[in-house]
């Protein structure tokens, strides 16, 4: 089993969420998961800082602790707003290409989930932006329907990572499907809102699911590490992270992008 990490870019700026509830939700949030002692009072306070900085992400810290770390990853940008997704165009591009500068890949973080002209419209701003011929996508918020696949492939995806399961990859016309099988939110904030497991929990669960894809024989198992966690604001998810990159080279796990998936899979 080979490992592949993605990092999805949800956020930017705070001020980019001037025109949405994004800021004061994350406030209420962060309120709540203090009261329940699920964060410290320096991390709390360390949110508030980064609200009055306007710095809601660590692009360049987790590429360097990526590099640093002979991580493959690949990072999900988006080309389009909705759904809390607001950064600018100029953002985004300015990010595209920062991050292909520097070795990594990038793929689409999809908003249309099953509109085919507007899935169309951002693969070809995407194209347009990044110069890349073979494109990979991840819904935000991990949206799909029974169209979604099909209409990924007609638009010309390379592959695609929003369906949340333990399995192997599939190919959908042209397109591959790459399963996402463990992501930060869902093991973090087991069903719920709010943070509700300590480092010692997260790792336990981590430890389950690696287990369970080995014994289904996975090929590939994929992570998903959003950047804006990369912080100290954020203890345990960066805290995480950090040991799940060590946990999965102690196991042998070599890591690998979506693309070298793919070009595996298509040459086997």
Not at 115 to 135: C, P
Not at 222 to 236: I, N
């Given at each position: 089993m080979k490992a592949i990490i993605s990092h999805d870019v949800d956020h930017i700026t705070v001020w980019e969420h001037n025109k949405d509830l994004i800021i004061p939700k994350f406030l209420v949030r962060s309120s709540i998961e203090l009261i329940r002692k699920s964060i410290s009072v320096k991390e709390y306070l360390r949110r508030l800082n980064d609200i009055l900085n306007n710095k809601w992400q660590n692009l360049e810290e987790l590429m360097i602790f990526d590099k640093?770390?002979?991580?493959?990853?690949?990072?999900?940008?988006?080309?389009?707003?909705?759904?809390?997704?607001?950064?600018?165009?100029?953002?985004?591009?300015?990010?595209?290409?920062?991050?292909?500068?520097?070795?990594?890949?990038?793929?689409?973080?999809?908003?249309?989930?099953?509109?085919?002209?507007?899935?169309?419209?951002?693969?070809?701003?995407?194209?347009?932006?990044?110069?890349?011929?073979?494109?990979?996508?991840?819904?935000?918020?991990?949206?799909?329907?029974?169209?979604?696949l099909e209409l990924l492939s007609k638009t010309g995806y390379y592959f695609d990572s929003t369906l949340y399961e333990l399995d192997n990859p599939f190919k959908i016309g042209d397109l591959w499907e790459l399963p996402l099988c463990l992501m930060d939110g869902y093991i973090i904030n087991k069903n719920s809102r709010y943070q509700n497991q300590n480092l010692k929990q997260v790792k336990d669960t981590t430890k389950e699911i690696i287990e369970e894809a080995f014994r289904k024989n996975l090929k590939y198992f994929?992570?998903?590490?959003?950047?804006?966690?990369?912080?100290?604001?954020?203890?345990?998810w960066k805290e995480w992270y950090i040991w799940l990159i060590e946990y999965l080279r102690e196991n042998k796990i070599e890591f690998i992008s979506f693309k070298e998936a793919v070009e595996e899979m298509e040459n086997a």
């Open positions: 640093e770390n002979s991580v493959k990853s690949t990072f999900f940008v988006g080309v389009s707003n909705g759904l809390g997704l607001s950064y600018s165009l100029k953002n985004a591009q300015y990010w595209i290409k920062n991050i292909l500068k520097e070795g990594f890949d990038v793929g689409v973080h999809g908003i249309a989930y099953n509109d085919f002209d507007d899935m169309k419209k951002e693969y070809d701003l995407f194209k347009q932006i990044s110069g890349q011929e073979k494109i990979g996508i991840r819904m935000h918020y991990l949206r799909s329907d029974k169209t979604t994929t992570v998903l590490f959003h950047d804006r966690y990369f912080s100290d604001s954020f203890w345990t």
